[in-house]
C-alpha cells in the first residue's frame, strides 16, 4: 500500500514538472525503468498537452504512448491557416496545438524528431501548445498532421480554417484526404478568391463569412453537402430547385412567399432527395397559404428535418 501511495505522488509530481517546466528541462526520471503495469497507468492519466512532448523523448517512448494513452476520449484534428497551426481537439472544444513557424535561422532550443524531420521546438507563451521551427511552411503542416493523426490514431482532419493568405495550405489537406472535410473562411473574399475556393477545394462543409455581394453561387451547389453563408448572394429559386445539399443556410437573402411555397411543393413530392436543413429569409409569408396546399404521401419510413 506504501508503495502504491508513493507511486501516485510520483506521477502527479511528473505531470506538474511537464506543466510548468519547458520541454526537456526537468529532473531525469527513470521512467522506463518502470513495471509495465505502472507505465500504463502513468501514460494513462497524463492530459493530451503532455502527451505530446512525451511522445518526443525517443521512438520507444512515442510507441509506448501511443500505445498506452487513454483512447476512451473521442479526438479530432484541426488545421487553422490564420496562425499555421495544427490542433487535437477534445469533446469539451479544449484546443492543444502544434504550431508551425518558418524560420530560417538557428535557434537555441532543443531538437524534435517530428515525422523524420528535426526541428527546434518549445513551449508556447501566448498559444495552448507548442511552437515548431520549420524552414518551409507546407512540409512543416504536413508533418505534423501526419505525426499527429498517427499518434492519436486520428484518419482525418475534420475542420481547416484558412485565410486568403493561407489557401496553399488546403492543397496539403486536399491531397491527403480529398474534400471530406469543413472549410472555414472568416475573412472578406475577393471574387476571384471566391471563385478559386468553390472551385478547387470543395469541401463537404462550408462555412464563409464575406462572399462578395451578389456573388452567384447557384452552380457550386451541386457539388457541397453544406453551405452556410452569412452575406447576401445572387441566387434564385430555379438555383435553389436544382441544388443538391444536404444543409443550406443563408441570412441575408429573402424570397417572398410565393417563391418559398414553390419550393416546398417540390420538396414534398421529393424532389430534393438528400435536403435535411433549409434555412431562408421569407417576406410577405402567409402560412396558410404556403402549407395549405402542399401535396404529400405518408412516409413509410423515419426521417428527421429540421
Known amino acids: 500500500m506504501?508503495?502504491?501511495?508513493?507511486?501516485?505522488?510520483?506521477?502527479?509530481?511528473?505531470?506538474?514538472?511537464?506543466?510548468?517546466?519547458?520541454?526537456?528541462?526537468?529532473?531525469?526520471?527513470?521512467?522506463?525503468?518502470?513495471?509495465?503495469l505502472?507505465?500504463?497507468?502513468?501514460?494513462?492519466?497524463?492530459?493530451?498537452?503532455?502527451?505530446?512532448?512525451?511522445?518526443?523523448?525517443?521512438?520507444?517512448?512515442?510507441?509506448?504512448?501511443?500505445?498506452f494513452r487513454d483512447k476512451t476520449i473521442s479526438l479530432e484534428l484541426s488545421m487553422d491557416g490564420e496562425d499555421s497551426s495544427v490542433g487535437v481537439v477534445?469533446?469539451?472544444?479544449?484546443?492543444?496545438?502544434?504550431?508551425?513557424?518558418?524560420e530560417r535561422k538557428s535557434r537555441n532550443l532543443e531538437s524534435v524528431n517530428i515525422n523524420g524531420h528535426l526541428v527546434a521546438m518549445h513551449r508556447s507563451k501566448w498559444h495552448n501548445g507548442w511552437v515548431?521551427?520549420?524552414?518551409?511552411?507546407?512540409?512543416?503542416?504536413?508533418?505534423?498532421?501526419?505525426?499527429?493523426?498517427?499518434?492519436f490514431g486520428i484518419k482525418k482532419v475534420a475542420s481547416v480554417t484558412?485565410?486568403?493568405?493561407?489557401?496553399?495550405?488546403?492543397?496539403?489537406?486536399k491531397e491527403r484526404q480529398g474534400n471530406d472535410y469543413e472549410l472555414s473562411i472568416d475573412h472578406r473574399l475577393s471574387e476571384k478568391e471566391s471563385h478559386f475556393i468553390l472551385e478547387n477545394h470543395p469541401a463537404?462543409?462550408?462555412?464563409?463569412?464575406?462572399?462578395?455581394?451578389?456573388?452567384?453561387?447557384?452552380?457550386?451547389l451541386q457539388t457541397?453537402?453544406?453551405?452556410?453563408?452569412?452575406s447576401e448572394l445572387s441566387i434564385t429559386i430555379d438555383d435553389l430547385l436544382n441544388m443538391n445539399c444536404v444543409e443550406l443556410f443563408l441570412s441575408e437573402n429573402c424570397f417572398t412567399g410565393a417563391e418559398i411555397k414553390r419550393l416546398l411543393q417540390h420538396w414534398a413530392i421529393g424532389v430534393f432527395k438528400q435536403l435535411k436543413y433549409l434555412?431562408?429569409?421569407?417576406?410577405?409569408?402567409?402560412?396558410?397559404?404556403?402549407?395549405g396546399e402542399l401535396t404529400h404521401t405518408r412516409m413509410t419510413e423515419k426521417r428527421t428535418y429540421k
Open 2 to 36: 506504501a508503495f502504491r501511495s508513493t507511486m501516485v505522488f510520483t506521477v502527479r509530481s511528473l505531470i506538474r514538472s511537464f506543466s510548468v517546466t519547458p520541454l526537456f528541462q526537468m529532473p531525469a526520471l527513470p521512467i522506463l525503468k518502470f513495471p509495465t
Open 38 to 67: 505502472v507505465l500504463k497507468n502513468i501514460l494513462r492519466s497524463i492530459d493530451i498537452e503532455t502527451v505530446i512532448p512525451f511522445s518526443l523523448c525517443s521512438r520507444k517512448m512515442y510507441h509506448l504512448v501511443k500505445n
Open 90 to 102: 477534445t469533446p469539451d472544444n479544449h484546443y492543444h496545438e502544434v504550431e508551425v513557424v518558418v
Open 132 to 151: 515548431t521551427y520549420w524552414d518551409d511552411e507546407v512540409k512543416g503542416i504536413q508533418s505534423v498532421i501526419e505525426y499527429l493523426s498517427d499518434l
Open 162 to 173: 484558412v485565410t486568403p493568405y493561407s489557401f496553399k495550405l488546403l492543397d496539403v489537406i
Open 204 to 220: 463537404k462543409v462550408l462555412r464563409i463569412s464575406g462572399l462578395p455581394p451578389y456573388f452567384k453561387i447557384g452552380k457550386y
Open 224 to 230: 457541397v453537402d453544406s453551405l452556410f453563408v452569412d
Open 279 to 291: 434555412r431562408l429569409d421569407v417576406e410577405d409569408f402567409d402560412l396558410e397559404d404556403v402549407f
